[in-house]
């Protein structure tokens, strides 16, 4: 027996949505050669990044990465015989993983990139070995496809499961979905998570943006 109810807190749903959003200008702005929006782009995605990481171990229980630790085994299974679970399920779980490693990757690396210019090389570059940038740029060029492709899985896995299942899609706008009937998630407030957020931007701010944004 299933029950429909609330699942996604308001954390897991901004960071989903805002990444989408992200995501697109971090890739227009970077083939464009708006570097300046990029950056600032950039250090927004890594504030809701680093906002997520720690709502993964504090936030609520959907949302904690080790209950949505599944094993090859327990994915495999699934792919084969989908069913309602109480959040991630565990084929979605490993994207989920992957584009978050994935994501840091690119972001770390894009701190060392060079690109021949003071507003397009990443803030670490003058402090950096040669070696370390260059493979810093090499990293950078490359994990922006592998997050396009995984991009692409993900959202074509998530149409056709809404299409076939349950709306997976809708459950991240309103945050509800079905669940097995003795299922109950642990949500929490979600300040805490908006808090981590604010502070990081505007370090990021201090550091970086208020240099940025001259450049716009």
């Given at each position: 027996?299933?029950?429909?109810?609330?699942?996604?807190?308001?954390?897991?749903?901004?960071?989903?949505?805002?990444?989408?959003?992200?995501?697109?200008?971090?890739?227009?702005?970077?083939?464009?050669?708006?570097?300046?929006?990029?950056?600032?782009?950039?250090?927004?995605?890594?504030?809701?990044?680093?906002?997520?990481?720690?709502?993964?171990?504090?936030?609520?229980?959907?949302?904690?990465?080790?209950?949505?630790?599944?094993?090859?085994?327990?994915?495999?299974r699934y792919l084969r015989e989908p069913k309602p679970v109480l959040g991630h399920n565990p084929a979605g779980s490993y994207m989920i993983f992957t584009l978050l490693g994935l994501l840091t990757l690119?972001?770390?690396?894009?701190?060392?990139?060079?690109?021949?210019?003071?507003?397009?090389?990443?803030?670490?570059?003058?402090?950096?070995?040669?070696?370390?940038?260059?493979?810093?740029?090499?990293?950078?060029?490359?994990?922006?496809?592998?997050?396009?492709?995984?991009?692409?899985?993900?959202?074509?896995?998530?149409?056709?499961?809404?299409?076939?299942?349950?709306?997976?899609?809708?459950?991240?706008?309103?945050?509800?979905?079905?669940?097995?009937?003795?299922?109950?998630?642990?949500?929490?407030?979600?300040?805490?998570?908006?808090?981590?957020?604010?502070?990081?931007?505007?370090?990021?701010?201090?550091?970086?943006?208020?240099?940025?944004?001259?450049?716009l």
């Amino acid at each position: 027996m299933l029950r429909k109810m609330q699942v996604w807190d308001l954390a897991v749903r901004v960071f989903h949505w805002s990444q989408v959003l992200l995501l697109l200008g971090l890739w227009y702005t970077g083939t464009e050669g708006l570097m300046a929006q990029h950056q600032l782009l950039a250090y927004s995605l890594a504030a809701l990044l680093i906002g997520r990481l720690y709502w993964g171990f504090f936030g609520s229980s959907t949302a904690r990465f080790r209950n949505f630790s599944y094993s090859p085994l327990a994915a495999w299974r699934y792919l084969r015989e989908p069913k309602p679970v109480l959040g991630h399920n565990p084929a979605g779980s490993y994207m989920i993983f992957t584009l978050l490693g994935l994501l840091t990757l690119q972001i770390l690396s894009g701190l060392a990139t060079f690109d021949n210019s003071y507003i397009s090389d990443g803030p670490l570059v003058a402090h950096l070995p040669e070696s370390w940038v260059s493979l810093a740029s090499d990293v950078h060029k490359t994990v922006i496809d592998l997050i396009l492709i995984a991009v692409f899985v993900h959202v074509f896995a998530a149409i056709w499961h809404s299409w076939r299942y349950d709306n997976v899609i809708l459950s991240m706008f309103n945050g509800k979905n079905d669940v097995p009937a003795n299922a109950t998630p642990q949500l929490k407030s979600t300040w805490s998570y908006f808090v981590i957020v604010l502070l990081v931007l505007l370090g990021f701010y201090l550091w970086q943006g208020r240099i940025l944004i001259l450049f716009l």
